[in-house]
């Protein structure tokens, strides 16, 4: 694949000294085929590159969150080293079938093993960071020399000009890359997933780019250069036969790495990876979800942040309850507990998290077995684009934002301006939004800026905070401490805001089932929050998002 920021110097093929004219290379098929052949390595080899590259941006996501950030690095780090590969390559032009060969066998090597590496780094050294700098960079390194070594072999098959040879390069490599970027997402992630897919693509790019130079190009090799690009193509194939064969077993090995022993669902889904911990049987206060590899519940001390998060909305007209995001069931098991309330529409991206909430049997328990309540329905969605349809124009008196922590990543739309404003448009008169909006305490910027986005949409918002105990976990339902050892202070933020005027911050201390919540503790914590107000903090917007 080829650098697409900066157009490259064509590479000629080198003349002969004494100025002589060098003949076309002598091929087993006519030129024209021959030229045909290298354009479609061409196109191949950019598909597996651009594979690679949405693997590394995808794990980087995963592993490290902020996707943002990890697409800056990865495509910064990678248009960097393509420059420096294209450089490199010209050492190589009097060799080029060979330097072309090899670095296709590397590039297959290291690209097909850089996801099994990248978990592996995640899973035992608890950071993947400079792994995920170093596999961009050496990938890098080989995409960049390419296309120089390419320019060379078409050049060699028969002379043309310079402008015609970069544009027939240019359009296979082109298609080649938009062919790999639509096999990654609907095909190989989905089938194949991260590991197996990374692999097979590694052995496509190893089978066409020395396939390509041992038939077409065998002439131009020695018979020492030969066997060693067979030998060398041949320990690849193995090596990713092997690593394949062997993916199962290191993903349930790495998997206890980093959640522990008990894993009893691991599944890929079309948004997350979901892993579920903890016996199949016994007290669901054991359990543990997470999702892409962050702590989403924990069944030890749930409870505290989703009564904070629901019963303080319900203190009014609730006969309409609108959950944005908790496919998990556990904010719909707060709101359930009233038997006034009419209706409550969850709406969940995810379905996998939703058919896991009603199936699994601690899972569902712990969420009160919600899905069965037939006042639930649930819609699968994107949560702005449902509250931009037709759909939501039906009045709601309480909506609960039970939604991921805000930061630069995909659910910054969801704390935006534009988002909020859809969500009071959604609310009836009187009506309030309970919005989770990270740690108050070790993320003040984000909690605040939160708020002020609620204010700037028109609402009047009563900040505030819970908290809790739990042994091993750090920083909220959304992230995990690995190695963290006994009780860790639990940070809770949230807002409560009304449409028409500030809400009163109150429980019914009559609701059912009700152990960590008063109306003290809720004003204490609201009054605490409001000492802390930071002076100037800006809105979030789509066009300008604020978090860090």
Known sequence: ??????????????????GATRPAAALPVRPRTGRLLVLATVFVCAACGLVYELELLALGSYLIGDSVTQASVVLSVMV???????????????????????????????????????????????????????????IGVLIGAEIPLLMVLIQRIRRQDAGGAVADLFAAD?????????????????????????????????????????????RDLGRRGRWVLIASNLTVLALLACATAL????????????????????????????????????????????????LRVSGYDEYRFHEALVHPAMTGPHRRVLVLGGGDGL?????????????????????????????????????????????LGVVTEDAFGWLRGP?????????VSDLPDPGITPSTK?????????????????????????????????????????????????????????SGFAAGPDRRSPGATGAQPLDWGFVLAGRDRVPELRVDHNTPGLRSLSTRSLQDAARDAERA????????????????
């Open 80 to 138: 960097f080293a393509m420059g420096v590969g294209s450089l490199l390559a010209k050492q190589l032009r009097t060799r080029p079938a060979f330097g072309f060969a090899a670095i296709e066998a590397g590039l297959a090597l290291v690209g097909g093993l850089s996801a099994m590496a990248l978990y592996a780094s995640f899973a035992w050294l608890g950071e993947s960071r400079p792994a995920l700098v170093a596999f961009s960079f050496v």
């Open 414 to 470: 969801l704390y935006s301006q534009e988002f909020y404003g859809l969500a009071a448009r959604a609310l009836s008169p009187g009506g309030r939004i309970a919005v989770h909006a990270g740690p108050l305490a070790t993320r003040p910027h984000t909690y605040w800026t939160v708020e002020a986005t609620l204010r700037a949409a028109g609402l009047r918002t009563s900040p505030y905070s819970a908290g809790g105990r739990l």
């Open 391 to 399: 759909a939501a124009r039906d009045r709601f008196d309480v909506i």
């Open 331 to 375: 904010a719909a098991r707060e709101v359930l507990r009233y038997p006034d309330v009419a209706s409550v529409t969850v709406v969940e991206l995810d379905p996998g998290v939703v058919r896991l909430a009603r199936t699994d049997p601690m899972l569902s328990a712990l969420n009160g077995r919600a899905y069965e309540d037939p006042r």
């Open 533 to 548: 107000r930071p002076a100037g903090v800006l809105p979030s917007t789509l066009p300008h998002p604020r978090y860090s």
């Open 174 to 218: 082109y298609v080649g890359a938009l062919v790999g970027g639509l096999a990654f997402p609907f095909l190989l992630l989905p089938v194949l997933g991260q590991l197996t897919g990374a692999m097979l693509t590694g052995t496509v790019n190893a089978v066409v780019g020395g396939g390509l130079v041992l038939w077409l190009f065998r």
């Open 1 to 18: 694949m080829i650098d697409r920021s900066v157009p490259r110097r064509v590479l000629p093929a080198p003349e002969p000294r004494g």
């Open 247 to 294: 993916a199962a077993d290191f993903e349930r090995v790495a998997r206890r790495a980093v959640y522990g022993a008990e894993v009893r669902v691991a599944r890929q889904t079309g948004v997350q990876e979901l892993v579920l911990t903890g016996p199949s049987s016994g007290s669901p206060r054991s359990l543990d979800l997470f999702l892409d590899g962050r």
